[in-house]
């Protein structure tokens, strides 16, 4: 059955679909290079600096940390032996970095230890993500858990890449987001106790490094890194730079490979920016999609899904993109994040595109596919949006009603031009990201047209219920089947005859908190229309009151005053009586006493 989208103020550690735990139940694929693999003991690699800050070198190694004592002796951390837990936050692209860091530590012999048992890992490896504040926030708590255990840290991805000098950072082992492939050496150096910086940045990883995979049935292949935009909030761009393209033969090489593995069913292009893909090496996404489509199974067994893309450069890819999308074995789908409907805030933001740019991407590929689903972002509250620009947004999300739109609410990113920007207050923020979880929350019937239709399904992951199988159909509409031996991985046919009881719930429980904001709402605006004539009475009557306590505290302190000129003149009076009285005479002395010369017997 069709399942609607999750709930929007549900982010968790996703930040949009991309986001998507790859896999969770599903276990984890180990994949091979198709060459053989030889793997030598890597040496350590560390080089020094002349700088006089050796905090400011890209590169070094560092001697024992505080805990160096880590796991059970030395024994515990030898390759075969020693234990480690990768745990990834953020979009799929580094979703994918954590994957291959997974596969070369299996490769070389480490055990990697799920989720449940990572107070049994001898390191644990923190991916992170630096997209939003609470990304940061659960990764500096995860730290200061595994530190209070006693574990190895080696903190890799975009918050040491981004901001190196992060007080959460100090003391442990960083690893930047084009160094994953040395995520071996590190591991071995934070295990014997010792902190290594590698955030150099160089070349890009080979995409035929050892990999695990999080969801064997889904393969994630990172089209490039970095981006060609300068958005006023984005810390992205800090960790992962400019654009910088993979070589579309070694990609299309991968999808290849993918395509040929029986247990894969999709291939997910992850970018910071798909349209931009190839501006850099003098090719363009077009080219490459249509590469790719021509290497994919004919039989439809393995799908490709594109990865989100910002309308400026999409908007002069549209018809190759819109023709690759028809093609029988790439999903109908398409990430396009708007932030806002107000061409003032992408101003301010520097998008570098117009609400108009958005329509047109969305218009055009809709016109040319007839079953697109379109996901978007909006960015709730960003410093200088106006209630206009709040009303905007709203009429934007009416015209197109997404099926998927992520909320989110702004948060000033450390160093970005945004973060210096005048802040729109706390409760307006709060508000707005209400009004636009409610009209999101509103669209109870996306999927209506899907009663009564045979679609064909591709399995691929467990629900969040961890008992119904989640599959995809062509336009990616989730859809919940009951489980079933060697459903999981597979492709099915389904119809789906009505709405089940779980989804009409669903739609009764939005319906019932839809009115509730909306009765809310209307009471805080029944409290804002006030008359003017009592709005002016009531400041007098304020004016009036603190008048009259002014007065009152006036009145106070000179009473105040009085007493203590009146104690002051009582004090003088008593002193003055004092001084008049004369003196006493003195007292004769007393007559030598006859007793001071007696003796007396001792005492018997």
Known sequence: MPSPPPPAGDHGDLEDLEDLDLGHAAGTHSHRPSSSLILCRPVARARSTNNNNGEDADEHACGPSPSAAVGSGAASATPGRASVWVKTFGCSHNVSDGEYMAGQL????????????????????????TVKSPSQSAMASLLTAGKAAGKALVVAGCVPQGDRRAAELQGLSLLGVTQIDRVVEVVEQALAGNTVTLLAKKTLPSLDLPKVRRNRHVEIVPLSTGCLGACTYCKTKHARGHLGSYDPGALVDRVRQAAADPEIREIWLSSEDTGAYGRDIGTDIGALLSAMVDVLPPDGRTMLRLGMTNPPYMLQHVEAVAGVMRHPCVFEYLHVPVQSGSDDVLLAMNREYTVADFEAVCDSLAAAVSGLQLATD????????TEADHGATMALLR???????????????????????????????????????ALTESWTDPYAHLLGSCVRVWVVDTAADGVKLVGHTKSYVQVLLEPQHGLMGSVVERRQVQEPQQQQARRQRRQQQQQARQQH?????????VPEPLRQQARRQRRQQQAQQQQAQQRQHQQWAQQQQQQAQQHRRVAAAAAAVPPLPSPPSPAPSSL?????PAAA
Not at 596 to 600: D, G, L
Request: hydrophobic share 30%; proline share 8%.
């Open 106 to 129: 299996e490769a070389y012999g480490y055990r990697l230890l799920p989720d449940a048992q990572r107070g049994d890992a001898d390191c644990w490896v923190v991916n992170t993500c």
């Open 378 to 385: 909006i960015i709730c509250g960003f410093p200088g949006e």
């Open 399 to 437: 015209k197109y009603a997404f099926p998927h739109t992520h909320i989110s609410q702004f948060y000033p990113r450390p160093g970005t031009p945004a973060a210096r920007m005048k802040k729109v207050p706390t409760s307006v923020v709060k508000d707005r990201s209400r009004d636009v979880t």
């Open 521 to 529: 709402r209307e009471r805080r605006a029944q409290q804002r229309r």
């Open 596 to 600: 001071a010369s007696s003796t007396f």
